[in-house]
């Protein structure tokens, strides 16, 4: 009776202290025997709480705080160094692994997804393509600045010229050449000044001329074109907040090239999907750092015609175990679905945007 009543007033001690300032928390690597979970008062028998995982020694130190920020975003502690490889040169095994159970080894395929996604336009950004810059004030300012200077140059070069053709059929020589710069400097000076005399918001480029019978659709449309760069820009922020919406988009195709092994399910086409599209984004991530750093044009274009194939193929004969003529046929079909999917992806996003 004794020790009941005295186990009941360890318990109480133990709560009043998780619920007050945590003492001693982080002043050592091990726990007192007997001592209770501070999450939920259970009392530990080992470096874990068996009731709720949470771990006997808590940290309370300001290079703690970075160690949550990463172990909540990634698991850091050894996960994403081993998902991150089996991403790249085994995404198969990485996808049928995980579909199996292994889900302790590796980061989730959603977490990554997420943080791809993030990244991905975090260094669209940072590289100076977010359009929101693009259509402010300030940039709109400096652009009609460079238009009047344009026009300015444009105008002397057109007097110029003039003088210079008055000059050549003065001494009877031909002005056929300087009659063709002539008129292609007053064609650009006229689209300066028609340019600097309208509104800024209306630079004369249109996202499109259709109609589609939809009277909301249209009327976003018409929007759209007074103010390309604000649709563009709303478009742009829809891709960010909506990107997960991909997943389910593109997950249904997948299922098409397996309708009749009905030993694979949705789950298993989603973790696929999952996974490969948060490789594509992180290959759109490095050929954007690469063309940065001065890598060609045609690589950056070759790198994206042959690295999704190779990857795909790599990850379907991989997760479903097909041989390399089955994976092949279902590759170039799903690179038909992949498109298709895209392109569902981009119309939602502009009905969206532009019926917002």
């Given amino acids: 009776m004794s020790g009941d ?34 999450n939920c008062g259970t009392r530990l028998i080992g470096a874990h709480c068996h009731a709720c995982g949470q771990s006997a020694h808590i940290h309370r130190s300001v290079g703690a705080i970075g160690h949550e920020i990463a172990h909540g975003v990634f698991h850091f502690e050894g996960k994403i160094w081993r998902t991150l490889p089996m991403l790249l040169w085994r995404p198969g095994d990485l996808t049928r692994r995980y579909v199996a159970g292994e889900r302790a080894r590796f980061v989730s395929p959603l977490a990554l997804f997420l ?13 100076g393509g977010d359009i929101a810059e693009a259509v402010s004030p300030e940039s709109i300012s400096r652009n009609m600045v460079g238009l009047a200077r344009g026009a300015e140059k444009a105008q002397d070069a057109l007097e110029k ?13 031909s002005t056929v ?8 400097l007053r064609t650009t000076v006229a689209a300066l000044k028609r340019t600097r005399a309208g ?11 259709a109609k589609t019978g939809w009277a909301a659709l249209d009327h976003g449309l018409e929007k759209a074109n007074r103010n390309p760069g604000l649709a563009l ?9 909506y990107s997960w919406l991909l997943i389910p988009i593109s997950t249904p ?8 092994r009905r030993r694979f399910a949705l789950y298993d086409h989603a973790i696929f999907v999952t996974y490969s599209l948060a490789f594509m984004m992180l290959m759109v991530i490095a050929l954007m750092l690469a063309g940065v750093a001065g890598l060609a044009a045609g690589w ?24 390399k003529r089955s994976a092949l046929w279902r590759t170039a079909v799903l690179l038909v679905f992949a498109w298709a999917a895209l392109l569902a992806f981009v119309l939602l996003l502009t009905l969206h945007g532009l019926t917002d």
């Avoid at 791809?116 to 975090?122: I, S």
């Fill in 300 to 323: 950056i274009v070759l790198a994206v015609s042959v690295v999704p194939p190779v990857h795909m193929f790599r990850q379907l004969r991989g997760a479903y175990s097909l041989r």
């Fill in 5 to 38: 009543i005295a186990a009941a007033a360890d318990f109480i001690t133990g709560a009043l202290a998780a619920r007050s300032v945590e003492p001693h928390a982080g002043e050592g690597h091990g726990h007192a025997p007997g001592a209770l979970c501070l």
């Fill in 115 to 127: 943080f791809t996604v993030f990244l991905m336009f975090a260094t669209i950004s940072a590289l």
């Fill in 177 to 184: 050449e300087i009659d063709r710069d002539i008129s292609a």
């Fill in 199 to 209: 509104d800024t918001t209306d630079t004369g480029f249109k996202l499109t001329n």
């Fill in 233 to 241: 820009y709303k478009l742009q922020s829809s891709a960010y907040k």
């Fill in 161 to 173: 010229a003039e003088g210079k053709r008055v000059t050549l059929a003065a001494e009877g020589k």
């Fill in 253 to 260: 195709f997948v299922a098409l090239l397996f309708l009749w």
